[in-house]
């Protein structure tokens, strides 16, 4: 089983960015895709949550709007469009798998982690 994140790197604030995920060893149609972010000095946040048929999905408020999730079931992807990014949002960004469909913000749910792309924002 893994994830590949990537498409991380050094933009100015008001810029856009898109992550990718790639999965392999499981079937990623069967589980809901999630990004979670981890900043400097700052625990784990959850980030956004789409569910395995592309249905329900779920923000953390501070991105609401500005970034979208999706996937590509056919192609075992997942990405994260970024917009109108903030020094706020630089962190290592994380892609998450958990069976179901559920939509949690909750990390403990989900079972498989990729290892990570750094985004950095500059002022």
């Known amino acids: 089983v893994q994830l590949q994140a990537y498409g991380g790197g050094l933009v100015q604030a008001g810029e856009s960015l898109s992550l990718s995920c790639a999965a392999s060893?499981?079937?990623?149609?069967?589980?809901?895709m999630a990004w979670f972010r981890q900043a400097p000095g700052k625990e784990r946040e959850f980030v956004a949550a789409?569910?395995?048929?592309?249905?329900?999905?779920n923000y953390r408020d501070s991105v609401k709007g500005r970034f979208t999730i999706s996937r590509d079931n056919a192609k075992s992807t997942a990405a994260l469009q970024m917009n109108s990014l903030q020094p706020e949002d630089t962190a290592v960004y994380y892609c998450?798998?958990?069976?179901?469909?559920?939509?949690?913000?909750?990390?403990?749910?989900?079972?498989?982690w990729g290892q990570g792309t750094l985004v950095t924002v500059s002022s």
């Open positions: 998450a798998a958990g069976y179901g469909s559920k939509v949690t913000p909750r990390s403990h749910e989900y079972q498989y």
């Open positions: 789409l569910s395995w048929h592309g249905g329900r999905s």
């Open positions: 060893g499981f079937t990623m149609d069967r589980y809901s």
